[in-house]
T-cell receptor
Framework: QKEVEQNSGPLSVPEGAIASLNCTYS??????FFWYRQYSGKSPELIMS??SNGDKEDGRFTAQLNKASQYVSLLIRDSQPSDSATYLC?????????????WGLGTSLAVNP | DVKVTQSSRYLVKRTGEKVFLECVQD?????MFWYRQDPGLGLRLIYF???????EKGDIPEGYSVSREKKERFSLILESASTNQTSMYLC???????????FGPGTRLTVL
C-alpha cells in the first residue's frame, strides 16, 4: 500500500461544476495535510493546508479532512478552465524536525469550457 | 513573499560531466529539499538538509551528493551525469517550525 494514494485521473468536469479530488494516507500519526497545484512544466504551488478534522474553505477551494477514515479531499467549486492542472496531495511523515512530506502521484484535472 | 530560486531553468549536459544545481532561498528557511520528478513516478526526494552542513539521504540518493555551506543555499551535485538522470529537478524549503514546502521554478536537466 502506498503511503499517500490518489486517483491518477484524468478527472474531467465541465466549466462551472464542482471538482472533487480525493487522497488517502496510511500513517495514522500524520498531522499536516497539503494540496498543491502543478501546471504542466511548472513547479508545485500550495493551494491549501489543513490540520484539523472538518472543512477549511478558501475562496472556491474547500479542503476536507477525516483522520478517522484517513482521507483528505479537495473540492473546487465553479471550476474554471484555468483550474486544469495536476493536483498533488502531501502529508507529513514525521512529527520531528525534518519537515519531510510524503507525496501522492497526483490527480490530473481537466475543466472543459 | 517566499522566494526560492534555482540556478537554471533548462540545462543540457553530456554523460560523465559533473553537474551542479543550485537553490537559494531568501527567507531564512531552515529545511531545504531536492526532488526529482518524472512522469508516472511523482516527486521523489533525493536529499534534504535541516541545517547548515547537515544533510540526510532521501529515497533516491544514489548518484547524487549535496552541499549546504550557507543557510540560504543548497546545492545538488551529480558527480558523473548519466542519461537516467534526465529529469525535472525541484528545490523546496520550509519556514522554521512548519511543514509547508515552497518550491523553486525547477530545472529541467537533459543528459545526452
Amino acid at each position: 500500500q502506498k503511503e499517500v494514494e490518489q486517483n491518477s485521473g484524468p478527472l474531467s468536469v465541465p466549466e462551472g461544476a464542482i471538482a472533487s479530488l480525493n487522497c488517502t494516507y496510511s500513517d495514522r500519526g500524520s498531522q499536516s495535510f497539503f494540496w498543491y497545484r502543478q501546471y504542466s512544466g511548472k513547479s508545485p504551488e500550495l493551494i491549501m493546508s489543513i490540520y484539523s478534522n472538518g472543512d477549511k474553505e478558501d475562496g472556491r477551494f474547500t479542503a476536507q479532512l477525516n483522520k478517522a477514515s484517513q482521507y483528505v479531499s479537495l473540492l473546487i467549486r465553479d471550476s474554471q478552465p484555468s483550474d486544469s492542472a495536476t493536483y498533488l496531495c502531501a502529508v507529513n511523515k514525521d512529527a520531528g524536525n525534518n519537515r519531510k512530506l510524503i507525496w501522492g502521484l497526483g490527480t490530473s484535472l481537466a475543466v472543459n469550457p | 513573499d517566499v522566494k526560492v530560486t534555482q540556478s537554471s531553468r533548462y540545462l543540457v549536459k553530456r554523460t560523465g560531466e559533473k553537474v551542479f544545481l543550485e537553490c537559494v532561498q531568501d527567507m531564512d528557511h531552515e529545511n531545504m529539499f531536492w526532488y526529482r520528478q518524472d512522469p508516472g513516478l511523482g516527486l521523489r526526494l533525493i536529499y534534504f538538509s535541516y541545517d547548515v552542513k547537515m544533510k540526510e539521504k532521501g529515497d533516491i540518493p544514489e548518484g547524487y551528493s549535496v552541499s549546504r555551506e550557507k543557510k540560504e543555499r543548497f546545492s545538488l551535485i551529480l558527480e558523473s551525469a548519466s542519461t537516467n538522470q534526465t529529469s525535472m529537478y525541484l528545490c523546496a524549503s520550509t519556514r522554521p517550525g512548519q511543514h509547508t514546502q515552497y518550491f523553486g521554478p525547477g530545472t529541467r536537466l537533459t543528459v545526452l
